[in-house]
T-cell receptor
Framework: GNSVTQMEGPVTLSEEAFLTINCTYT??????LFWYVQYPGEGLQLLLK?????DKGSNKGFEATYRKETTSFHLEKGSVQVSDSAVYFC???????????FGTGTLLAVQP | GAVVSQHPSWVICKSGTSVKIECRSL??????MFWYRQFPKQSLMLMAT?????????EQGVEKDKFLINHASLTLSTLTVTSAHPEDSSFYIC???????????????FGSGTRLTVV
């Protein structure tokens, strides 16, 4: 079945450092891919998405490219800020079921 | 954009009592809503899928008699935790998809979550 594998955290970075959070997926067909962000005590917010191969999703300085050849959707940001500290979830939608499948989440802590 | 309101944001209840959590789509009709449970430092566990006007579909291992889901209208789904016990303490999150729109359009829209503490 469909699944998402996400790098384990926590990831601790200094402000202005480069961020990469790895995400790979297993799916039949052509799924849509998402990154969600969860700030402390809150629900999830859609950060970015890509619906087909080679699409690049971007938002708030974050980017992720849908790589079908490597089945990956890694999240990157060139210069993180303290306000980026949150849990990031990679997610996949595809197949016959109308369900969103999440990775385990990666906690990002950015220190000043 | 689409907004989902979840209420209450936190609740404390006594063991043995029931608690109802509401999930409302404010500016769109949600034919399908989802309920998730999140344990500390863990990912989201899908509990059930509710479709307006029909019975909810529960994931394996989720007690349907414990977690009652009602989706009586296109803008409201409720989750009732019956006879709550301390092990039911968790963060519950709902999400919704607008009718006729796939998640590839806007993704799922999530509520802000409800922190349930059973004492």
């Amino acid at each position: 079945g469909n699944s998402v594998t996400q790098m384990e955290g926590p990831v601790t970075l200094s402000e202005e450092a480069f961020l990469t959070i790895n995400c790979t997926y297993t799916a039949t067909g052509y799924p849509s891919l998402f990154w969600y962000v969860q700030y402390p005590g809150e629900g999830l917010q859609l950060l970015l998405k890509a619906t087909k191969a080679d699409d690049k999703g971007s938002n708030k300085g974050f980017e992720a490219t849908y790589r079908k050849e490597t089945t990956s959707f890694h999240l990157e940001k060139g210069s993180v800020q303290v306000s980026d500290s949150a849990v990031y979830f990679c997610a996949l939608f595809g197949g016959a079921t109308n369900k969103l499948i999440f990775g385990t989440g990666t906690l990002l802590a950015v220190q000043p | 954009g689409a907004v989902v309101s979840q209420h209450p944001s936190w609740v404390i209840c006594k063991s043995g009592t029931s608690v109802k959590i509401e999930c409302r789509s404010l500016d769109f009709q949600a034919t399908t809503m989802f309920w998730y449970r999140q344990f500390p430092k863990q990912s989201l566990m899908l509990m059930a899928t509710s479709n307006e006007g029909s019975k909810a579909t529960y994931e394996q291992g989720v007690e349907k008699d414990k977690f009652l889901i009602n989706h009586a209208s296109l803008t409201l789904s409720t989750l009732t935790v019956t006879s709550a016990h301390p092990e039911d303490s968790s963060f519950y999150i709902c999400s919704a998809i607008a009718g006729g729109r796939g998640p590839g359009v806007d993704g799922y829209t999530f509520g802000s979550g409800t922190r349930l503490t059973v004492v």
